[in-house]
T-cell receptor, first 114, second 115 residues
Framework: DAGVIQSPRHEVTEMGQEVTLRCKPI?????LFWYRQTMMRGLELLIY????????DSGMPEDRFSAKMPNASFSTLKIQPSEPRDSAVYFC????????????FGQGTRLTVV | AQTVTQSQPEMSVQEAETVTLSCTYD???????LFWYKQPPSRQMILVIR??????QNATENRFSVNFQKAAKSFSLKISDSQLGDAAMYFC????????????FGKGTLLTVNP
């Protein structure tokens, strides 16, 4: 398996534009996590899914952020409209089953909003 | 709610020496798991070691070992015979069992290895 695949690796956009980040989890994994990493806040969990169903979105900063998982092999994180303070590295991770198993991370998307 | 605290924003160690990174956590769950992840400059998150809370024996993976003190809710990482390739950001994480499978991270410790 190629691991967790995120696209794009880098994204530069202007304030007010819509941004969509994409994630393909490892095949067979039933948990998918979206994290945001900044210097100030570290790694924050935004939302996670189990079997394509959102379980906890309490980490989503505001209504401008939304996430979907239409099927087991694809998830998106959308920011509309984007703001400069959204600039961060966004990670997607997936895991199979039990909570003691390893979560595998993608390479992250570095988002810059100017 | 889970919280994970890493009190050392930065640490440094001489090559071949030993260093210990600190982590404390708080959880209301009785069944949980603890992890250390490494993030080198490539940005990739790599699992270093994991510990099940119900196991009293400290986990060990080659040069990496943990000191798990359940009563104190402490989970420190010891790196022996430090190598230049160990230089990275290290994150402590906790993952509760039960109905809550969140993986919560600390803010990280940046480790520098001096030749």
């Amino acid at each position: 398996d190629a691991g967790v695949i995120q696209s794009p690796r880098h994204e530069v956009t202007e304030m007010g534009q819509e941004v969509t980040l994409r994630c393909k989890p490892i095949s067979g994994h039933d948990y998918l996590f979206w994290y945001r990493q900044t210097m100030m806040r570290g790694l924050e969990l935004l939302i996670y899914f189990n079997n394509n169903v959102p379980i906890d979105d309490s980490g989503m900063p505001e209504d401008r952020f939304s996430a979907k998982m239409p099927n087991a092999s694809f998830s998106t994180l959308k920011i509309q409209p984007s703001e400069p303070r959204d600039s961060a590295v966004y990670f997607c991770a997936s895991r199979y089953g039990d909570s003691n198993t390893e979560a595998f991370f993608g390479q992250g998307t570095r988002l810059t909003v100017v | 709610a889970q919280t994970v605290t890493q009190s050392q924003p930065e640490m440094s160690v001489q090559e071949a020496e030993t260093v210990t990174l600190s982590c404390t956590y708080d959880t209301s769950e009785s069944d949980y798991y603890l992890f250390w992840y490494k993030q080198p400059p490539s940005r990739q998150m790599i699992l270093v070691i994991r510990q099940e809370a119900y196991k009293q024996q400290n986990a060990t993976e080659n040069r990496f070992s943990v000191n798990f003190q359940k009563a104190a809710k402490s989970f420190s990482l010891k790196i022996s015979d430090s190598q230049l390739g160990d230089a990275a950001m290290y994150f402590c994480a906790s993952n509760s069992g039960g109905s809550n499978y969140k993986l919560t991270f600390g803010k990280g410790t940046l480790l520098t290895v001096n030749p």
